[in-house]
């Protein structure tokens, strides 16, 4: 699985835009990257996933430059129940199974 | 649709107890996952599952048994609990092998297990 590489804390206010960069240097022609959004004693959740160019959902925008070794999650006009921890993810499901790696992912904090 | 739903939430265990944690899910999912979150260690995978009756060690399966009976259902045994066992655990599930293009992983809420 390639190594990823995100700041470990953010601040913003609220109705900013926010982009967390994920560095993923040794992403492998398979693979894909998919962010998850952790709230505070739940579950991670499941926000995007791209492969290249830019994504786009109604949480959220995934942008991946040609080269794929990094991308940037990009959260339109934060609110307070924006903040959480933001995990990005790297891999394929023609790598090693079952061994999906989390890190410690990006605190986001939003104030009013 | 309940999702994923695991049970009990919270539980408080003394040293050498024995206790198996259960996960649900609704969606007909073939894979199903247990994870521990720990303070500045992110999520690791224990054990997971790759359909009914299989079981595979995940990153750190070792002072844990796993059983899925049922598809729906996926056991997460300790038998003789330690203080190291201390953390949150989630399981999670999702259709196809997790990084499949549209196959994300859908995690419960989790179970805080306390070992004194």
């Known amino acids: 699985l390639a190594k990823t590489t995100q700041p470990i804390s953010m601040d913003s206010y609220e109705g900013q835009e926010v982009n967390i960069t994920c560095s993923h240097n040794n992403i492998a022609t398979n693979d894909y990257i998919t962010w998850y959004q952790q709230f505070p004693s739940q579950g991670p959740r499941f926000i995007i996933q791209?492969?290249?160019t830019k994504v786009t959902n109604e949480v959220a925008s995934l942008f991946i430059p040609a080269d794929r070794k990094s991308s940037t999650l990009s959260l339109p006009r934060v609110s307070l129940s924006d903040t959480a921890v933001y995990y990005c993810?790297?891999?394929?499901?023609?790598?090693?199974?079952?061994?999906?790696?989390f890190g410690k992912g990006t605190k986001l904090s939003v104030k009013p | 649709n309940a999702g994923v739903t695991q049970t009990p939430k919270f539980r408080v265990l003394k040293t050498g107890q024995s206790m198996t944690l259960l996960c649900a899910q609704d969606m007909n999912h073939e894979y199903m996952y247990w994870y521990r979150q720990d303070p500045g260690m992110g999520l690791r995978l224990i054990h997971y599952s790759v359909g009914e009756g299989t079981t595979a060690k995940g990153e750190v399966p070792d002072g844990y048994n796993v059983s899925r009976l049922k598809k729906q259902n996926f056991l997460l045994g300790l038998e003789s609990a330690a203080p190291s066992q201390t953390s949150v655990y989630f399981c999670?599930?999702?259709?196809?092998?997790?990084?499949?293009?549209?196959?994300?992983?859908?995690f419960g809420n989790g179970t805080r297990l306390t070992v004194t």
């Open positions: 993810l790297v891999g394929s499901y023609g790598g090693s199974q079952g061994n999906l790696i």
């Open positions: 999670a599930s999702s259709p196809y092998r997790e990084f499949s293009y549209n196959s994300p992983l859908h």
């Open positions: 791209g492969y290249k």
